[in-house]
């Protein structure tokens, strides 16, 4: 992780006098762009068991969760001060439930054709599924915790590809 003063001088989201700003990217080109997100949420072995077996209260946990990461990603130019408002041309949210640690591992997938990058839309996918997930199972499981929400890839405009050393996204 970087903190020189030189770094942070290079932040996008603040002009030269130190001000924050929306970055311009009038004058840049269309380009596809792709970010792929994950994150964790872990449970008791009962909160899991319903949430597997699809016998929650509250009906399709992984289900509901899939539809509120796609809302979500779609929200992101209103939840995020400085992110651009973006017409998204695919959004997927993936589960990968792990038996052994009652967890479920999120990933979702963001792409379009467009002047700036959807990793924020990534991450808030995975955040907000992760959460939704609690908001549902939380009558059997408070502590249920979310982590690593962690950017694993993203392609497309002028800094192109960055993969996370050591893990491989599942979705393309």
């Not at 006098?17 to 997100?37: E, I, N």
């Not at 979500?72 to 651009?84: N, R, S």
Request: glycine share 10%; hydrophobic share 45%.
């Amino acid at each position: 992780m970087a903190d020189s003063k030189d770094d942070q001088a290079k932040l996008s989201h603040f002009n030269q006098a130190g001000q924050a700003w929306m970055v311009d990217v009038t004058g840049k080109q269309d380009t596809a762009r792709l970010a792929v997100a994950a994150g964790r949420i872990s449970m008791s072995a009962t909160a899991y068991d319903l949430l597997k077996s699809g016998t929650a209260a509250k009906g399709d946990v992984l289900g509901i969760a899939r539809v509120a990461g796609i809302m979500a990603a779609k929200k992101v130019g209103e939840l995020i001060p400085l992110c651009h408002p973006l017409n998204l041309g695919r959004v997927t949210v993936d589960f990968r439930l792990d038996d052994a640690a009652a967890s479920v591992e999120i990933e979702a997938s963001v792409g379009l054709v467009g002047k700036t990058g959807v990793e924020m839309e990534a991450l808030t996918a995975v955040s907000v599924a992760a959460l939704t997930i609690y908001d549902m199972c939380k009558a059997v499981d408070k502590a249920m915790t979310i982590t690593n929400i962690r950017l694993l890839s993203k392609n497309g405009g002028k800094s192109g590809t960055y993969r996370r050393e050591g893990e491989t996204a599942r979705t393309p």
